[in-house]
Structure formats: C-alpha cells, structure tokens
C-alpha cells in the first residue's frame, strides 16, 4: 500500500511530538526510508517545526472557568423562568362560564392594557437578557 507524501506530512507533527502510536510511528519510519528528502528534513527540523506552545495555563483556569459556566447557567435558569412567568401574566386569559358553559374567552390585556404591558415589557427584558447568555455561553464552548 502506497501512501501518500501528504499524508506522512500531516502526521509528522504527532510523530515529531512522540505522540503517535507505535502503528503511527512504523508507517512515517518506513516512509522515510523510502524519501531521503524528507528525512533528511526531518532530521534537520527534528522538533524545531513543530509550533510552539505557549505558555501553560494556570492551574485554576479549569477550575475558574468550570464556575463562571455554572454561574451563567443559573443566571439563564433564572431569567427564562422569570421570562415565562411574566409572559404568561401578560397573555393571561378571563374565561366567562354561565350555565356551565363559556360565554366569553378575553385577553386581561385588554382590560389592563398599562398594567399588563408594563409585565410584558418587562418579560421582554428577561427574554433579552436569557438570549444574550446563552449566546455568550455559545461562545465561550469554542
């Protein structure tokens, strides 16, 4: 089975790591007896062309990051209940039943029009506010 040059370069970054699995290891060893060239250069660059890692994170940055998710996710627990709450007040509904039977379905809205769209204003608050952390906790998962 012949393999390609292409694809012996994208493993040499694991291979030059000394990540690569033994399998990993036979395949770019036995293929660089077969290319002079790129052996060469391997021996040249050897561990100089792999990128270099920056410096290493602090320790508490898992621990720091883990908490600011569990914190915004309250926050989005919180603001979505509120949400929901609020917009159910808003579109709530008077039922009129006379002899068992209903006679009139009306919005409360429309008998409260300041009160409740005071309620719904604020409902549309929350629900900025819970798609706003949600797309910063999109971007924080990248």
Request: proline share 6%; with cysteine; hydrophobic share 50%.
């Amino acid at each position: 089975m012949k393999i390609e040059r292409e694809v012996i370069l994208d493993l040499l970054p694991v291979y030059l790591s000394g990540e690569a699995s033994t399998a990993t290891r036979a395949l770019v060893e036995e293929h660089l007896r077969q290319d002079p060239e790129l052996a060469r250069w391997v021996r040249e660059q050897g561990a100089e062309a792999l990128p270099k890692a920056g410096p290493a994170p602090p320790p508490e940055l898992e621990l720091r990051s883990l908490v600011r998710t569990r914190r915004l996710l309250g926050v989005q627990k919180w603001l979505f209940a509120l949400a929901i709450s609020c917009t159910a007040i808003a579109f709530a509904l008077k039922i009129t039943f006379q002899d068992s039977r209903i006679t009139e379905i009306r919005f409360v809205i429309l008998d409260r029009p300041l009160e409740l769209g005071i309620v719904l204003a604020i409902a549309i608050v929350f629900w900025a506010g819970y798609y706003a952390v949600g797309r910063r906790l999109r971007s924080m998962a990248v």
